[in-house]
């Protein structure tokens, strides 16, 4: 190799070492990223924090909270990962999955699939008679009895709550929750 070839290398090596850590950050980035699931799994686990339920409804004391998931297995693997820490709080959550028609009994939280909402209106109807907190991801569900409602808005998942689907569960949900929602709809008098 030449002296001009050495010199050249000797430029552009810095460049090709910058450039080289900036693709390996950003390879790390993105696989470190969270998924969709994983980020609603996260949401879905700190909901219990920001509901209050009535007596008879409301998840024991330092006790379970029981999550149930139907028609969403990806969300529900991210929340088996998460159930495994324990909350000295408000004690474990524990993840039950479901089929439409499965009971409710036992159930504090229930997130409905998008691909089984049109199948789901039993579950609705007797979430809300029990007092469960209903989380979809489907456009109109909050119009149908769900209280949280995920969507992607900016490639961010968002929720909207409905504080009317809230009060006809008995479910009272915290103003800091209310905060961060993007769209909050109340009753229509």
Same mark, same amino acid.
Not at 28 to 38: L, N, R, S, Y
Not at 101 to 126: C, P, Q, S
């Given at each position: 190799?030449?002296?001009?070839?050495?010199? &050249?290398?000797?430029? %552009? $090596?810095? *460049? /090709? $070492? =910058?450039? /080289?850590?900036? %693709?390996?950050?950003?390879?790390?980035?993105?696989? =470190?990223?969270? #998924?969709?699931?994983?980020?609603?799994?996260?949401?879905?686990?700190? /909901?219990? !924090?920001?509901?209050?339920?009535?007596?008879?409804?409301?998840?024991?004391?330092?006790?379970?909270?029981?999550?149930?998931?139907?028609?969403?297995?990806?969300? *529900?693997?991210? /929340? +088996?990962?998460? *159930? *495994?820490?324990?909350?000295?709080?408000?004690? #474990? @959550?524990?993840?039950?999955?479901?089929?439409?028609?499965?009971?409710?009994? +036992?159930? !504090?939280?229930?997130?409905?699939?998008?691909?089984? &909402? #049109?199948?789901?209106?039993?579950? @609705?109807?007797?979430?809300?008679?029990?007092?469960?907190?209903?989380? #979809?991801?489907?456009? +109109?569900?909050? +119009?149908?009895?769900?209280?949280?409602? &995920?969507?992607?808005?900016?490639?961010?998942?968002? &929720?909207?709550?409905?504080?009317?689907?809230?009060?006809?569960?008995?479910?009272?949900?915290?103003?800091?929750?209310?905060?961060?929602?993007?769209?909050?709809?109340?009753?229509?008098?």
């Amino acid at each position: 190799m030449s002296a001009a070839s050495n010199k &050249f290398v000797l430029r %552009l $090596l810095p *460049a /090709l $070492l =910058f450039a /080289l850590a900036w %693709l390996a950050a950003a390879g790390a980035q993105a696989q =470190f990223a969270p #998924t969709e699931d994983a980020v609603k799994a996260a949401y879905l686990s700190k /909901l219990r !924090h920001y509901v209050e339920w009535p007596a008879r409804a409301a998840p024991p004391a330092e006790g379970r909270t029981v999550i149930g998931i139907v028609g969403a297995d990806e969300v *529900a693997d991210n /929340l +088996g990962k998460l *159930a *495994a820490v324990r909350d000295p709080v408000r004690g #474990t @959550l524990a993840v039950r999955r479901l089929r439409p028609g499965d009971a409710l009994e +036992g159930v !504090h939280i229930l997130y409905i699939g998008d691909a089984w &909402f #049109t199948r789901a209106g039993a579950m @609705l109807d007797a979430a809300s008679a029990r007092s469960i907190l209903v989380v #979809t991801e489907t456009d +109109g569900a909050l +119009g149908r009895g769900s209280v949280i409602n &995920f969507r992607v808005a900016e490639e961010r998942i968002r &929720f909207d709550i409905s504080l009317d689907s809230a009060d006809k569960a008995g479910l009272r949900v915290s103003s800091q929750l209310l905060s961060l929602a993007a769209t909050v709809i109340k009753e229509k008098r």
